[in-house]
């Protein structure tokens, strides 16, 4: 499968920790992708690494790339309330199809 | 304001009743797609698009349908809903990247929520 899994499949820490999360894959990676969803609402694209970068930074979130591990972590510094939701890596593979594989995400709560 | 819209928003329906759910995008994007959201299963695609008149199958196929007649609609048909054909329905678009991949950035549109009795 060319599915990315998230780790943990949830997470509650305290307002103003650090929150890690982590995508491990399988196959070679064009690029991988964090997304954020709010309960029941649509996807909000976060960050977009491509597979020849090792870090990004945007705000208060840092997405690291280690291809020779082929895993992804987003870390999310100062927590606030509003961070919490889910959170989805998605990655588009080398091998010849179009298609963006989401993982099955992974839940943060944020408690105030 | 660029945005990916769906309609409708919620729906509730019988086994056998044809409906269509719309999606429009105003970013002039070629990529096009559906997923459906169920709990435990992530986001599974169902359909894509990468231009007008050029559709293709995901992950699940199976009991729908779409067409890609005009750049900016892409809907997605079921011609004869299931029960297990109820979930969380999103539309994304994005821009065709210069490698030939969807290398962009998605835009999801706010989703349908589905129920078929």
């Known amino acids: 499968s060319q599915q990315g899994e998230e780790d943990p499949q949830a997470l509650s820490i305290q307002e103003g920790e650090n929150a890690t999360m982590n995508c491990s894959y399988k196959t070679s990676i064009n690029n991988l992708q964090w997304y954020r969803q709010n309960s029941g609402r649509g996807l909000v694209h976060l960050i977009l690494?491509?597979?020849?970068?090792r870090e990004k930074h945007s705000g208060r979130l840092r997405v690291t790339l280690d291809t020779s591990k082929k895993s992804s972590s987003l870390l999310i510094t100062a927590s606030r309330a509003a961070d919490t939701a889910s959170y989805f890596c998605a990655l588009i593979s080398n091998f010849g199809n179009e298609k963006l594989t989401f993982g099955t995400g992974t839940r943060l709560t944020i408690i105030p | 304001e660029a945005q990916v819209t769906q309609n409708p928003r919620y729906l509730i329906t019988v086994t056998g009743k044809k409906l269509t759910v719309t999606c429009s995008q105003n970013m002039n994007h070629e990529y096009m797609s559906w997923y459906r959201q169920d709990p435990g299963l992530g986001l599974r695609q169902i359909y894509y698009?990468?231009?007008?008149?050029?559709?293709d199958k995901g992950d699940v196929p199976e009991g729908y349908k779409v067409s890609r007649k005009e750049k900016r609609n892409f809907p997605l048909i079921l011609e004869s809903p299931s029960p297990n054909q109820t979930s969380l329905y999103f539309c994304?678009?994005?821009?065709?990247?210069?490698?030939?991949?969807?290398?962009?950035?998605?835009?999801f549109g706010p989703g349908t929520r589905l129920l078929v009795l």
């Open positions: 690494i491509r597979s020849n970068e």
């Open positions: 698009s990468m231009n007008v008149e050029v559709t």
């Open positions: 994304a678009s994005s821009l065709w990247g210069t490698s030939g991949r969807p290398q962009e950035t998605q835009y």
